[in-house]
């Protein structure tokens, strides 16, 4: 009887000792889980803002490109410029006539009439 009890006590602690080694690798998994994951979703935050940050910045290269365009349209092409005039500030030709069909853009004035002087 005492072979018996011998032969179970090594399994029994080879069974304990697996289980524990199978315990301390599933704390060391989950320490290194809790430990990491703060810094991993600080990343994917700072990783997300980055990429909106660069969006922002592309639109504002395309507004900077679209407004230098313009300035040296303004500086260069006198088309240009009559063109911008006429249509935003409702400047016209004499003789001609501007039908607005919205309301957005500023009243027609007439370039043969002069204005009318204080005194």
């Known amino acids: 009887?005492?072979?018996?009890?011998r032969r179970r006590d090594p399994t029994?602690?080879?069974?304990?000792?697996?289980?524990?080694?199978?315990?301390?690798?599933?704390a060391v998994v989950l320490f290194a889980g809790l430990t990491f994951y703060p810094e991993w979703?600080?990343?994917?935050?700072?990783?997300?803002?980055?990429k909106e940050e660069e969006d922002?910045?592309?639109?504002?290269?395309?507004?900077?490109?679209?407004?230098e365009r313009e300035v040296t349209l303004?500086?260069?092409?006198?088309?240009?410029v009559e063109v911008i005039a006429r249509d935003k500030l409702g400047v016209?030709?004499?003789?001609?006539?501007?039908?607005?069909?919205?309301g957005s853009?500023?009243?027609?004035?007439e370039a043969s009439t002069p204005a009318p002087q204080k005194k």
């Open 1 to 5: 009887m005492e072979q018996h009890k």
């Open 12 to 26: 029994l602690w080879h069974r304990i000792n697996r289980l524990l080694t199978g315990l301390i690798f599933v």
């Open 41 to 50: 979703a600080h990343r994917n935050q700072l990783a997300q803002r980055l």
């Open 56 to 67: 922002k910045l592309r639109a504002e290269q395309l507004l900077q490109k679209k407004r």
């Open 74 to 80: 303004l500086q260069t092409d006198p088309g240009y």
């Open 92 to 102: 016209m030709k004499e003789g001609e006539t501007i039908f607005r069909l919205d």
């Open 105 to 109: 853009h500023a009243p027609a004035v």
